[in-house]
């Protein structure tokens, strides 16, 4: 499968962005998908994942009641809608798949065998 990751751009904190991750070749109802980031001069972190079977949703701490992770297997995308942004969560932000998936694995990066190339997101102070 092939991912794509759009809709980073620069916003002032407080606002709101959504990111989106088009897959293609595969349908991502077969992949549980995540969400990682990497600031610069910092080591990639995980976001939020979202399983292929019954949706569940896990979130960093960081992040939890302010982004939403969220699937749309007819459209074949996966969403990362956020809200309230500080400057801290300026980074590259990636998305990324994996077929097998389990809930001890959810924030590890070699855990997932696919990934999209990226998309940048700013927040001003």
């Known amino acids: 499968v092939q991912l794509q990751a759009s809709g980073g751009g620069l916003v002032q904190a407080g606002g709101s962005l959504r990111l989106s991750c088009a897959a293609s070749?595969?349908?991502?109802?077969?992949?549980?998908m995540g969400w990682f980031r990497q600031a610069p001069g910092k080591e990639r972190e995980f976001v939020a994942a979202?399983?292929?079977?019954?949706?569940?949703?896990y979130y960093a701490d960081s992040v939890k009641g302010r982004f939403t992770i969220s699937r749309d297997n007819a459209k074949n995308t996966v969403f990362l809608q956020m809200n309230s942004l500080k400057p801290e969560d300026t980074a590259v932000y990636y998305c990324?798949?994996?077929?097998?998936?389990?809930?001890?694995?959810?924030?590890?990066?070699?855990?997932?065998?696919?990934w999209g190339q990226g998309t940048l997101v700013t927040v001003s102070s």
């Open positions: 979202i399983f292929r079977r019954g949706g569940n949703m």
């Open positions: 990324a798949a994996d077929q097998f998936l389990i809930l001890s694995s959810i924030a590890t990066s070699n855990a997932y065998d696919y």
């Open positions: 070749g595969r349908t991502i109802s077969s992949y549980s």
